[in-house]
């Protein structure tokens, strides 16, 4: 699998390179700008991301806008539906209009900080990325 973290905070980019480095390659953004050019990149080389663990608060591009972003970049590469990155929020907002507004710009999942260990499994388990005997 291939996974983007996109976050802005050292801390939690390392905790979830730590749970999530064990199902495939890791590439990490700190901003919403530099995840839409992996994005692009990776699309242009035709080696998609499996999983996109984007957080809603950073600067320079937040995460709702990268998410609308990625999605067109997508959708211009033939990538829709389950050609398409699953994309888990991740963020410490928890409130309904941000979790409205990823849902409508085709987000996968939603999930508050902090995040477990468990909690992440369980997530990409439903999603079908990994199985339970991990």
């Known amino acids: ?7 802005d905070a050292f801390a939690c980019r390392k905790i979830l390179l730590g749970h999530l480095k064990q199902f495939g390659e890791c590439d990490q953004a700190e901003d919403g700008i ?11 080389y035709n080696e998609p991301y499996n999983l996109i663990c984007l957080d809603i608060m950073m600067p320079n591009m937040d995460g709702q806008e990268a998410l609308r972003e990625i999605r067109k970049l997508e959708a211009q590469y033939g990538k829709v539906g389950d050609d398409a990155a699953t ?4 963020t410490a907002i928890d409130d309904q209009k941000n ?4 849902f409508r710009a085709n987000i996968d999942a939603y999930l508050v900080k902090p995040i477990s260990r468990e909690q992440l499994f369980h997530k990409l388990e439903e999603l ?3 199985n339970q005997n991990v």
């Not at 699998?1 to 976050?7: A, D, F, H, Q, S």
């Not at 994309?87 to 991740?90: D, E, G, L, W, Y």
């Open 34 to 44: 530099r995840a839409v050019n992996a994005v692009e990149i990776a699309l242009q």
């Open 87 to 90: 994309i888990i929020m991740t």
């Open 1 to 7: 699998m291939k996974i983007l973290i996109v976050e």
């Open 99 to 102: 979790v409205y507004d990823a």
């Open 128 to 130: 079908n990325l990994i």
